[in-house]
């Protein structure tokens, strides 16, 4: 199967993922972004509908990506970083709030379009770019930590007064809980263990915990297709009723009207260095900005250990990570991650 990552400078378009029942829509739909869509074919099915690369005689690049997030940050953007710092980016297009991940690019356009698996089911594996077709030599991910850490600077002491612990480091905690794999929720921190984590950190860190549902009107984030359904969790209000002085980043977004969703999101991240994270695009976007992230994965396909070369590709920032599958060993984890920090002096214990 051909992947973006195979092609060079010089060649014709390539759009890298299949949808064979949307085919003749994908080739319209990268029409209809002013991308000419002659893309290569996988046996007699075009791969085009989540992306687009249009190579032109300049040479100049135009990419367009509108599937899922988490592939977006671990393949798409470190791509088109690739084709800025060697000259040949001309613009970039991708859904609602997607201007934060080309932040270099020097015409980003946002289009009106959800976000759309790619690879019309999920249980094919071929389907998804594996580590043994990834090609790095067209890699090179964005440096987002240095770019937005100065942007950001003011949030760390607005976070912490809305906190109010006296100004302890920041640690972020990711959770998700939306349907997967055409099911129910799998992949997720259930309440028992996020309580059971912040009453561990709290006392240490200034702690923010993000979970995006519909009704917190986030103002330029785009649900993934398919996750366009909100279960209850119960982990707002017990967490409120537990009065442990964790920021909810919502609240955050609320106080900041000015700035987009990814924006913001991106700024906050560049001033931490610790992150506890669920398997999906959460997980890739703390492992951009880490020195150490927590992985819970407690189901993939084919596997969570198979699934974590998404998320521990040293290069994007140099982090070291850990992933658990089971609450209690997400809980002792962290325990001994804060542990060894807490010894080495490295974060303020009280």
Known sequence: MTYWH???????????????AAAVAGNEFCRSLGI???????GAIPNCYCACFNFQEKPSVTTAYFGEFGYELWMYTPYAYHLHKHGVLDHTIGPPGSAPL?????????????????GG???NRGQHPQPGQFDDTEWVPPPFKEHYKPKGKALLGKVQAMAGNGGK????????YTNEWDGPPVNFIDVPTLLSLFKMLTPHYTC?????VHNQHLAGYAFDFGNQHDFKLDDYEQLTRANLG???FHDLHHAHPELAYNELLFQLHAQGDYFVSVLGGNALISSYFAS???????HAFPSPANEMHHYNIPELNGSSYEYHVMYPKLVTGLQEVEGRLLSRQVLLAV
């Not at 080309?102 to 790619?118: A, I, L, N």
């Not at 480091?169 to 998700?176: E, R, S, Y």
Request: glycine share 4%.
């Open 246 to 248: 964790v920021v909810f």
């Open 208 to 212: 923010v915990y993000i979970r995006p």
């Open 292 to 298: 150490i992230n927590l992985i819970f994965a407690t």
């Open 121 to 123: 089911t999920f249980r």
């Open 169 to 176: 480091p920041l640690l972020i905690v990711h959770n998700k």
């Open 36 to 42: 000419h869509a002659e893309c290569e074919e996988d």
């Open 6 to 20: 195979s092609v060079r400078l010089g060649s014709v378009l390539l759009c890298s993922c299949l949808l064979s």
């Open 102 to 118: 080309y932040y270099f690019s020097k015409d980003h356009k946002e289009v009106e379009h959800g976000r759309h698996p790619c």
